[in-house]
């Protein structure tokens, strides 16, 4: 049931990805795995932080990649930054899908909550695990310490290791391969592109990844404050415009 939720909702499919939550919400209840799959389907959709919140208030403590995940994506998108930084480095989420890029998500973060000393110390510290990472057998075949390591190299600077960073996590995983994590790459590198100074480019890979339905619904650019720094580019306000009646 969550697989085909996810599906639904990563592949824009809106009315299917409503229908199987609320098919989840009539067999499943309260389970927590299953509310914050709703919860995030409320926030990914609809843009709705609030509904999510109120979903995600009757879980207890848990340390479920899942409920992490949504709350981690409820602090982001409603500008709880402090608190999204810190669900970052939760074992249970980033730092599950490879070593050091809880650290790398936190440092982007706090520097866009300002607090660039703490930033800085974070990045320094991504920086050197998930350069060790990316040198491991593993990481011949897996794309996820590739991409984030590209993330923190472009927010330290150093454009065109993250952008070789980049062309190594999308040939391990092309956008044609597989639609939900190559798009998942593509996606985090055309932020890598934006922040290195490539609009065009990363605007073009957005419009990509919006024609071929990947998770790109507009909330997902309208609400996420890492893309504060392309807000008022006309070609980005288009594809993060959201309609009139879901406002």
């Given at each position: 049931?969550a697989?085909?939720?996810l599906?639904?909702?990563s592949?824009?499919?809106?009315?299917?990805?409503?229908?199987?939550?609320?098919?989840?919400?009539e067999?499943?209840?309260?389970?927590?795995?299953?509310?914050?799959?709703?919860?995030?389907?409320?926030?990914?959709?609809?843009g709705?932080?609030?509904?999510?919140?109120?979903?995600?208030?009757?879980?207890?403590?848990?340390?479920?990649?899942?409920?992490?995940?949504?709350?981690y994506?409820i602090?982001?998108?409603?500008?709880?930054?402090?608190?999204?930084?810190?669900?970052a480095?939760?074992?249970?989420?980033?730092?599950?899908l490879?070593?050091?890029?809880?650290?790398?998500?936190?440092?982007?973060?706090?520097?866009?909550?300002?607090?660039?000393?703490?930033?800085?110390?974070m990045?320094?510290?991504?920086?050197?695990?998930?350069?060790?990472?990316?040198?491991?057998p593993?990481?011949?075949?897996?794309?996820?310490?590739?991409?984030h390591?590209?993330?923190i190299?472009?927010l330290?600077?150093?454009?065109?290791q993250?952008?070789?960073?980049?062309?190594?996590?999308?040939?391990?995983?092309?956008?044609?391969?597989?639609k939900?994590?190559?798009?998942?790459m593509?996606?985090?590198c055309?932020?890598?592109?934006?922040?290195?100074?490539?609009?065009?480019?990363?605007?073009?890979?957005?419009?990509?990844l919006k024609?071929?339905?990947w998770?790109?619904?507009?909330?997902?650019?309208?609400?996420?404050?890492?893309?504060?720094?392309?807000?008022?580019?006309?070609?980005?306000?288009?594809?993060a415009a959201?309609?009139?009646?879901?406002?």
């Amino acid at each position: 049931w969550a697989e085909g939720l996810l599906t639904a909702r990563s592949s824009g499919r809106v009315k299917a990805a409503v229908e199987f939550a609320e098919q989840i919400k009539e067999k499943f209840g309260n389970l927590p795995r299953m509310l914050a799959e709703r919860a995030t389907t409320r926030l990914a959709l609809f843009g709705d932080v609030e509904g999510a919140k109120q979903l995600m208030a009757v879980i207890n403590e848990s340390d479920q990649y899942h409920v992490v995940e949504a709350r981690y994506y409820i602090a982001l998108f409603g500008r709880e930054l402090g608190k999204a930084a810190a669900l970052a480095l939760d074992d249970a989420f980033n730092e599950e899908l490879s070593p050091g890029s809880g650290l790398a998500q936190s440092a982007i973060i706090l520097h866009i909550d300002g607090q660039d000393e703490l930033a800085d110390e974070m990045g320094r510290k991504a920086i050197e695990v998930l350069a060790q990472e990316v040198t491991k057998p593993y990481a011949q075949n897996y794309a996820w310490p590739h991409a984030h390591y590209a993330r923190i190299l472009s927010l330290r600077g150093e454009y065109q290791q993250a952008s070789t960073s980049c062309e190594r996590a999308m040939q391990i995983m092309p956008l044609e391969k597989d639609k939900l994590h190559g798009g998942s790459m593509a996606y985090m590198c055309a932020w890598v592109q934006a922040s290195s100074g490539d609009i065009e480019a990363a605007l073009d890979q957005l419009e990509i990844l919006k024609g071929v339905g990947w998770n790109m619904n507009p909330w997902v650019l309208a609400l996420n404050p890492e893309w504060d720094f392309m807000r008022g580019n006309p070609r980005f306000d288009v594809l993060a415009a959201v309609p009139v009646s879901d406002k």
